[in-house]
């Protein structure tokens, strides 16, 4: 009998196949006690253990490329920290095991973490994934993962950790679908990036029987059990449709009726430049260089290499428009020659902006970087400063490119419902606003961006947020400037209409959603999403707010 289960749609698409369970064992070493001669050859067990599992990591980094090798290696800088490993040896010279050290070492870190006002929750599955690896290869055992098969499946997980996303294969992993995690969680950005439908946080999934048939659309979060054949027909002919229409799609983004709205690429370097333009990607909405900077957390890397990556961005877009977001470390982004170590809540510390003005240097250096790298290009180079909270905020960055000699347009990220507030104020001091939806969901309501049990709170349809975003929107038009966002909201082609509608200028996205978002905004004339915003912001919820905008949308 078919059953409907609804959690968070990630990633666009169709899945239908049968169910494999991602592989799980107890990791947990026994707490065997060693003589204090056998102390030296544990400490060197744990050290290799560590390097080669390190190692790892950053291989399938360099093979999956992109976002996911950003990601795998800021993993690999987990397994090597320093401060993790002093605690490692200090346990076995007081006579744990190698494996029992790791152990209880990542343990305790990962205490610290939930004891920070939970905001690491995201980056303590990653922590849990390092510990599971090099357990597993000091006992000698396989790592759980994605399961052996022959045939095409849907991967079902209690969670994803990077290294098992990011080498996921299409062709044989239809899709997934995660108990835990969010739609800005790190198996949600990968899937994106590879394309391959994902439902997340969706509680009570791992109860699916092994081999169950099941079909997956991660457009709108819904899991179909044993699925009928008329259910299967109707999902395999909207699939079919949506893959018509965006091999029809092409060009500028634009509504139907001419309005036009650039469709942008978030990038993290360099590596993530090849498949934003074969998106067709307009520019870059969102260039987030501090994957540049967590190459090594204890300097900031030199002008020089600064240079060297951002000019390679920028050459990729000749005439095109390049938003870069100067360096936002803090929170689950730490860097110890910036970051504060002692923090009781690092959410709602020093952070973006923040960081930068009280060092100075590292901003300086960054932004004259730019200058130097945009010199003779006939790009627009524009800049933003993440974490703006004011007037004083925004003015001071402004200042500080000013000083730095920086040719280009200043702008500010809305991500704390006060800018959104307040945002003409802003506006006197900089030249458009950009909207981080992610962490603007966040502050606003009080909900971890990492935490699967809030992630209702995190859903960028809520009605709240997009009051939010129409209050930067409208802003920004009565100061004669844009205002564009460059969160995870503008990924969903349907919430880009409302978007649109709302006033919203530009769209910047992961490449692989470019091509869903352009056709589906070429569907639609400015009028249709401005109806459909209005719809939506009478709402009360955002499952509300979605029906209402379809319903305008689909003319119904």
Not at 199 to 228: K, N
Not at 308 to 336: I, N
Not at 466 to 494: F, N, T
Request: with cysteine.
């Amino acid at each position: 009998m078919e059953t409907t289960l609804r959690g968070v749609g990630v990633s666009h698409g169709v899945a239908i196949g049968e169910v494999r369970h991602m592989g799980t064992a107890v990791l947990e070493p026994p707490a065997k006690q060693i003589t204090a001669d056998e102390a030296e050859r544990e400490q060197g067990r744990a050290r290799q253990a560590v390097e080669a599992v390190s190692a790892d990591l950053i291989a399938r980094g360099q093979l999956a490329g992109g976002e996911a090798q950003h990601v795998l290696e800021a993993q690999a800088m987990i397994a090597t920290d320093p401060e993790l490993m002093a605690d490692v040896d200090r346990r076995i010279a007081v006579g744990s095991t190698a494996e029992r050290g790791i152990y209880d070492a990542f343990a305790s870190y990962r205490d610290l973490l939930a004891g920070a006002g939970e905001y690491m929750a995201g980056r303590v599955a990653d922590l849990d994934d390092v510990r599971n690896r090099i357990v597993a290869r000091l006992l000698g055992v396989p790592m759980p993962g994605v399961p052996d098969s022959d045939e095409p499946y849907v991967l079902i997980a209690r969670d994803l950790a990077p290294a098992d996303t990011a080498l996921l294969d299409p062709a044989l992993v239809l899709g997934f679908v995660t108990e835990e995690g969010g739609p800005t969680s790190h198996s949600a950005i990968l899937a994106r990036a590879l394309g391959v439908p994902a439902i997340v946080a969706l509680p009570g999934a791992g109860e699916i029987a092994e081999g169950t048939l099941i079909a997956v659309d991660g457009s709108t979060g819904d899991l179909f059990v044993d699925p009928t054949p008329e259910k299967r027909a109707e999902l395999e002919a909207a699939a079919a449709e949506r893959r018509a229409a965006l091999s029809a799609s092409s060009g500028p983004g634009a509504t139907s009726d001419g309005h036009k709205v650039p469709l942008l690429a978030n990038v993290g370097g360099p590596a993530d430049v090849p498949a934003a333009l074969e998106a067709g990607a307009e520019g870059v909405g969102l260039f987030r260089t501090e994957f540049l900077f967590l190459d090594d957390s204890k300097k900031a890397p030199s002008e020089e290499k600064q240079i060297e990556s951002y000019r390679k961005v920028l050459e990729a877009f000749p005439e095109g428009r390049v938003v870069v977001r100067v360096l936002d470390a803090g929170a689950d982004k730490p860097l110890d020659f910036l970051t504060p170590a002692d923090e009781p809540n690092p959410a709602l510390g020093v952070r973006g902006l923040r960081s930068l003005l009280d060092h100075p240097d590292v901003l300086r250096t960054q932004l004259t970087a730019l200058a130097k790298a945009s010199e003779g290009l006939p790009v627009h180079l524009e800049v933003m400063a993440p974490m703006v909270a004011d007037r004083t905020d925004a003015k001071a960055f402004a200042d500080a490119c000013r000083e730095a000699g920086l040719q280009a347009k200043f702008g500010a990220m809305v991500e704390i419902p006060s800018a959104a507030l307040r945002a003409r104020s802003i506006l006197r001091e900089v030249e458009f606003l950009s909207l981080g939806t992610n962490d603007l969901a966040q502050y606003a309501f009080a909900a971890d961006r990492q935490v699967g049990a809030v992630s209702r709170l995190q859903d960028p349809w809520q009605p709240a947020l997009l009051d939010l975003i129409a209050m930067s929107a409208d802003a920004a038009k009565a100061e004669g400037k844009s205002c564009g966002v460059c969160g995870e909201a503008a990924s969903d082609p349907l919430l880009a209409c409302v978007l649109t509608g709302l006033g919203v200028t530009s769209l910047s996205m992961g490449a692989a959603s470019i091509p869903y978002v352009r056709a589906t905004l070429a569907k639609h004339t400015l009028a249709q999403c401005e109806r459909a915003a209005a719809a939506a912001r009478a709402c009360d919820t955002a499952e509300e707010a979605r029906v209402a905008a379809q319903a305008v949308l689909s003319g119904e």
